[in-house]
């Protein structure tokens, strides 16, 4: 059997309205997203199945049954989308009870380690593969025994990066 082409463009415009709501800071238009691609991926199930007889031995052949497998899969799929509906539904409610609205805020942790990538202060930067535009030791940099900059020198230590967190860092 092969699928009818606007079943494919429907499905692709779920998928893709889907996602585009599940990008969204609203857990209003996130649950409309998990609705829309839930009601995706069931279409979608639907259309890898073929039509037939009831699947049930004896009443008819077996060349002319259709396949249960996409009718389970597409069980499956409203009792999730069934379950995730649910739970952003109490999440909304929740956040516009306390809050006054459903907009998801950005937290706390994730605003400091941006903080710390535009400063490229975080961890797993590499500065000494990348030498200064000048080549020129700045003022403030620090020289190693060759008399180039020392790249560790630039790097925060482990308590200034603790304290800048909020926390207490050691001291060696």
């Known amino acids: 059997m092969t699928p009818n082409l606007t079943y494919i463009v429907v499905v692709g415009v779920l998928f893709a309205a889907g996602v585009t709501l599940l990008l969204e800071r609203s857990l209003t238009r996130v649950l409309m997203g998990v609705i829309l691609l839930g009601n995706g991926a069931n279409l979608l199930l639907l259309t890898g199945g073929r039509a037939g007889g009831p699947p049930i031995v004896g009443t008819s052949d077996a060349d002319e049954m259709s396949d249960p497998l996409p009718q389970a899969m597409v069980l499956t799929a409203i009792v999730i989308t069934l379950g995730m509906t649910a739970f952003l539904l109490a999440l909304s409610y ?45 003022s403030d940099d620090q020289l190693d025994g060759d008399g180039r900059p020392d790249p560790d020198s630039r790097r925060p230590s482990a308590a200034s990066v603790a304290a800048a967190a909020g926390g207490r860092g050691r001291e060696a």
Request: charged share 45%; aromatic share 2%; no cysteine.
């Open 94 to 138: 929740r956040s516009w009870h306390l809050n006054g609205h459903d907009e998801v805020q950005d937290d706390v942790e994730d605003r400091r380690i941006m903080d710390l990538a535009d400063r490229d202060e975080g961890p797993g930067t590499d500065d000494a593969d990348q030498p200064d535009s000048d080549d020129q030791p700045d």
